[in-house]
């Protein structure tokens, strides 16, 4: 069975830190962009971060920029999601989510290029 999951969701004060991992099984993430996303309660699905197939190639949103770092390992068939300096408006769950291709899609900020995705990880950030 094909899978994504994410872990290293947390409560965490403003200011912090957390890492998020999406591990794969039943495949390898050698061939395969990853998506990071998020969805706040009451609002849309928004894109993160994405990492070519080589980790060689990242692109981050703005609101990210100086923040968050994705990497990945493809020898542990991992990719990880590092948020430091964290906000409130940064509390989401976080979702990762596969396309099999080498680099990231024009449009990868939307859903309908990934073929597959993780049930998500909740991140929330509180004092």
């Known amino acids: 069975q094909l899978q994504l999951v994410e872990s290293g969701g947390d409560l965490v004060q403003p200011g912090g830190s957390l890492r998020l991992s999406c591990a794969a099984s039943?495949?390898?993430?050698?061939?395969?962009?990853i998506g990071w996303f998020r969805q706040a309660p009451g609002r849309e699905r928004e894109g993160v971060s994405c990492?070519?197939?080589?980790?060689?190639?990242?692109i981050n949103v703005d609101s990210a920029k100086g923040r968050f770092t994705v990497s990945r390992d493809n020898a542990k068939n991992t990719v990880y999601l590092q948020m430091n300096s964290l906000k409130p408006e940064d509390t989401a769950v976080y979702y990762c989510?596969?396309?099999?291709?080498?680099?990231?899609?024009?449009?990868?900020?939307?859903?309908?290029?990934?073929?597959?995705w993780g049930q998500g990880t909740q991140v929330s950030v509180s004092s």
């Open positions: 989510a596969a396309a099999r291709r080498s680099i990231c899609p024009p449009f990868w900020t939307r859903d309908r290029e990934y073929d597959y």
């Open positions: 039943g495949f390898t993430l050698n061939y395969y962009v």
């Open positions: 990492i070519s197939s080589s980790g060689r190639s990242t």
